[in-house]
């Protein structure tokens, strides 16, 4: 049998390339088909048996973890959207300067100010 590594092989025809975005038709046999993702490398040793342990546990737990805080924002979010939809249109004493009412402000209230609903001046 003779030793087929010595001769150069026949070249085979190739059809022309197309370029991208020239709108060379949709047919089936168009597209080229994609590579498959080479598979990840297996653990060697004990050593890479550990590793790949801890990247496991890492993963699942950091997938619990996002998925647990995206529940929790959306949860956050609808609570705060209720309490936002109960209430008034317009609260009664607005703590403004200038326009609050110094006996229905909870500030001179609470610090007994001259003026405050609970002073004994009056």
Do not use: H
């Not at 619990?64 to 939809?85: C, D, N, S």
């Amino acid at each position: 049998m003779a030793d087929r590594r010595s001769q150069p092989q026949a070249k085979r025809a190739q059809a022309p390339r197309r370029k991208a975005g020239s709108g060379g038709g949709g047919t089936a046999g168009s597209r080229k088909a994609r590579r498959r993702r080479a598979a990840a490398p297996r653990p060697r040793g004990l050593f890479g048996w550990i590793a790949y342990g801890v990247r496991l546990v890492f993963r699942i737990i950091w997938g619990l973890i996002w998925r647990g805080a995206v529940a929790v924002m959306l949860i956050l979010a609808a609570a705060t959207g209720y309490y936002y939809m109960q209430l008034p249109e317009e609260v009664g004493a607005v703590a403004t300067p200038g326009r609050a009412d110094p006996s229905r402000c909870w500030i001179a209230t609470a610090m007994s100010l001259p003026g405050a609903a609970n002073s004994s001046a009056g």
